[in-house]
């Protein structure tokens, strides 16, 4: 749809309806709409969805590699995955326990690492991957122990 309107550069209008769409969520939230968040929250997983199967059928047409779509099915599963546990927190709590948070430390940690090893086979072991690699998990990490830190 974006393509035949813009001509074929379908990626700055894409990042026109994300902006608008952020600016609409945090307005929501800071007036507390939740209507109006949740139907834009349903609205970018839409988004992610769609780009996910865009990108997967670019990769079968050979133009993209395994890596690219690989990494963003796991971003995507990741996004979703968070916001199922931040959505069913308290029964969650309630069912688990202490365990939950081991539950999404553990889960942080899975995600981290299959990013870091997809980043790794995409460099093919090379000393730059590693340190990419080694980069990722150690930013990765450290943003998931201060939004660990940020729900306590």
Do not use: H
């Not at 608008?20 to 209507?35: E, N, P, R, S």
């Not at 968040?37 to 992610?48: M, P, Q, S, V």
């Not at 690699?133 to 660990?148: D, H, Q």
């Amino acid at each position: 749809m974006l393509s035949t309107v813009t001509g074929g550069q379908w990626f700055f209008p894409l990042i026109i309806v994300c902006l608008i769409l952020g600016i609409v969520a945090i307005i929501a939230q800071k007036k507390k709409l939740t209507k109006l968040k949740r139907i834009t929250d349903n609205f970018a997983y839409a988004i992610l969805v769609i780009l996910l199967i865009i990108e997967w059928i670019l990769y079968f047409q050979k133009q993209f590699n395994f890596i690219t779509p690989a990494i963003y099915t796991l971003v995507v599963i990741y996004l979703i995955g968070r916001q199922l546990l931040t959505r069913y927190r308290s029964s969650l709590l309630k069912k688990l326990g202490s365990k939950y948070k081991q539950l999404t430390i553990g889960l942080d940690t899975i995600y981290i690492l299959l990013v870091a090893l997809l980043l790794l086979i995409g460099s093919k072991f090379s000393t730059m991957g590693w340190i990419i690699a080694g980069l990722v998990i150690v930013a990765f990490g450290f943003v998931s122990y201060i939004f660990e830190k940020d729900k306590q």
